[in-house]
């Protein structure tokens, strides 16, 4: 490749610009710019010399000496090449990827520890329980207010709750629903990234990682341990039948043994009774046995369930419920082990399943966890107000476990109510019994405690009361004078007002009938089992008109239900006189006089639900059986309403458009996918020239931030930092530079790594940053405390506008997930500083959301370290800031906003070249940030009055009157309120100053609305 000194290219008038363009690595285009800076004042010497090599596509590096496999010429980007790699070769391993940094005999190599398998709730480690020691940390974890907790003890920000189905907070997922099944289905054929490699899955009983192979690639390992006094010949006979159903050729089991010889062999060559495998299959404490006898378990392709072998008598209340209830068990000692076994008819083989031992294990698990004692439950763990101690068990969980559909007590007793003491029930609990996810238990709680004009006086009860002038009062209580019949249950399904007058008019199947008339409901009578039109004053008059008091919605009714099951009410029957659809015409007298069944036809067939309701009998049943049935289904009262707008019109169009974050491709890559082995894991292959004269390479691989290794085959201890940011509106316009660092507290505070990069809220408030950060150290050092250090500056003036930090609590988990939204400060904002300064070399500070007052030392340029007393030559340009040093020893700096590189030695000319065709009517031109993917290389921010991408369009303009008695203040709040159909309504806050003697101001608007509220 040619090659030409510096002094060479000045002479050639080459600028850095060009070197950019060339793909240059970016520390030679600043070493070039530096050499070229200083020609006007001396000569260097030593880097007039330095060599620039004139690299081709795919080679690239500071001596070409990189090479990509996969370019090709058309692509436009490495991130377009990159996305397309990973679209087209779906990663499909055939061994492990490991996390290394914790003692842990995870089984025979290959087998190894999974990040996943820390603190995921049972133990793995066959040699203690290493993966679960500190976990109880999290379970006695307590969020705040404005967080969300997670079924893993993590804390998230609340508005990150269901925010994105394909992308999760919690490293369990429980943020989002469906996740397990959308993880699988989107992972390992995209690139490398939170929703993929930060996440835990639980979907097989070996494993929590998201990578479904790994549960077979660990049955594999585990079998592949055998007893020293077995035989091989019967070690592989066992294996052939066990393990490997589906894949005899792939593990050599033809050559091994036929179905018969294999049995033959098992007879002849194996002892009575043997442990396959020889390790636990489950929490380090439970093993399968097989008798030697049963090897005719796979004759006539059936499978006899293995042996379930302990030595902890806490699973034996397992075996006596289970043979009580549906199983016979027979059981043995063997080995000092107890041993139990299903006598059950044999399953028959399932072509699906790769190994029935497997599937098996599957089932066992979720039945035998709640047995499991996963830590030391002592004192200190259990005596908390936030702790639930299981009945007559060690075990104690967190309160927040109670009533959520899963046993985690020995007993059964966290899922009944009867059983816990009602003190430890929270009040969110009992409130959100019944709710079938989060999101409904989080409306829930909302509808308890806040008063909504949109469901008062609605005819069900959320309130909880509110005791006023000795009076209990609730959302229902006084509403003589509120309309039951309004936009929001107008014709909504469901009787709101007590006579049904909402729902008039609202079945227009009634409305065709002839006999029909207004002001009357449709119902069946009790006496002729026909059609019927009540008129709506004999509704809610305390006389049962209606077959199931259809006409009397409040012998049905209760306080505070979500859902409504037993709408069904029985005749003169005193006790449980409400039942449920399902038991209509069940051929079952479910009411004392058979209301439920008088108004059924015969002749049906049998129906595997027992009520024809629920079959397709009800195709062909009568109209009175089809009315009846959809009239007393169940039903959901959401507990939350949102706004609307009667007869709702489009918002003042939305004039904003979005940004494009992104680039596609299609290109065809030099490889198909069923050709690629993956080397490198979730890594990219890539070829090292050692010596181009004799064609000398090399393969290494580049990792993403989550592996390293020469293969990539080691998982990486990490911060997994989700951050989204909030600005007051006069702050829309103005980019900021965010600066976030991982740094640990000893005296040097080591900036381990960091992420930089420009925020405008105008262009980036919806944006959710996805951030790594790793140690500089590998393991981190568990002694040392760590912490997220983020520097808010505002990009144009380089004005300081404050600092946070947020530490990293738990450290012993080997990928920290932190969600945050952090609020901009104001500009007026006061920044502390301390009264005894400690800093040395630099300016001491308080951070702005420290309750204790804890404070950082803010050092001068050319000091660094916790007290800056480390002296470090800056690198930084002088139009830039210096804010620290990185743990290679490399400068940080914060470049003005039309400059860039790691130095900020580099100018990005796109406005100045562009500086007509930019931005119109006064626009100011911004660079896109490098940090950022997007076709746009510039956005315009627009001066008041317009918008669009280059401030072409004119704003929204609303101009607002006050009479002259109105007493105005200096300053107002205006809210836009935009109405979402069956969401809730988005508020956009602007603040505007009123000039003294003038009544009326003008507003200029941009975004969508179909509200203003003017807030003096």
Known sequence: ????????????????????????????????????????ISDDLVLSKKIFYNCTLPRFGSMCQYEIDYYHSNYMSLSEMINDFYHIYKYNPTNFTCYTHLQCNRGNSPACLDWTEICNEQIDCLDGGFDEEYCWQLEINECNENEYRCTNGQCIAKSFFQDDIYAPDCLDGSDEIQKSFVIKATCFQEMPSFKCEDVTCRISPLTSSCMKKREKLIFQSMHSIKDNSTYNECWSAFQCLIVHLRDRVDSNCNNVCTYDMCYEIIEHDCPDMLYIPTIPVLFGDIYFAYEKYNSTMLDHRTFLFPYICYNNSRYNNHFVEDSNIVYNYSTVLFNNLTCHRRIIQGILWQITVTSLSLLYLRNLQPKLWRYHEIYNYNSTMCNRSNMYQCSNSLKCISIHRLMNGVYDCPNSDDENKISINYTVLTEEIINTDGAENEETKMKIRYARKHISFQTICDGFTELLPITINGQ?????????????????????????????????????????????SSDHHKCVSPYTNQFIYLPINKANDGKVDCL????????????????????????NQNSTPCIDAQHLCDDINNCYYGDDEQFCIGNRTFSIYGTKCWSLDLLFGSDVEKFLCKQMDSFKKEPVIYFTLDEMNNSVKDLTKNIENGVSSSLPLIKTSDQYQPRCHRGIDLGVWLNNKNNITKNTCLCPPSYYGDKCQYQNQRISLSIKFRALSHSWQIPFAIVILLIDDNNEQIIHSYEQFTYLSMRDCKIKFNIYLIYSNRPKNQTKNYGIHINIYEKISLNYRGSLFFPIKFSFLPVHRLSLVLDIPSDNINIESCSNNPCINGKCIKYLNNKQNKIFCQCNEGWSGGYCTIEHSSRCSPDSLYIGVSSNNQSICICPIHKFGPRCLLKNTICQYNENLACQNGGQCIPTDE???????????????????????????????????????????????????????????TFQTIPVKQDFITILWSRPFHIVFIEF
């Open 1 to 40: 490749f040619p090659k030409f000194t510096f002094d060479q290219l000045s002479k050639q008038n080459i600028t850095s610009q060009q070197l950019y363009l060339w793909s240059t690595p970016i520390d030679i285009i600043e070493d070039y710019q530096f050499y070229l800076n200083q020609l006007s």
């Open 472 to 516: 209990n009062e609730t959302d229902e209580t006084e509403c003589e004078q509120w309309p039951c019949n309004n936009i929001y249950t107008h014709c909504n399904g469901l009787w709101n007002c007590l006579n049904g007058a909402d729902e008039i008019d609202c079945d227009l199947s009634s409305s065709l009938s002839l006999n029909y």
């Open 548 to 571: 199931g008091a259809m006409d009397e919605p409040k012998l049905c009714r209760t306080k505070y239900r979500v859902f409504y099951n037993y709408n069904f009410y029985c005749m």
């Open 931 to 989: 940090y950022m993917i997007s076709n746009k290389k510039f956005i315009c921010i627009c001066r008041k009055g317009y918008t669009g991408d280059r401030c072409e369009i004119d704003d929204n303009k609303i101009i607002l009157s006050f009479e002259k008695n109105i007493i105005l203040s200096q300053s107002i709040f205006i809210h836009f309120i935009e109405i979402i159909n069956n969401n809730r309504p988005i508020r956009s806050t």
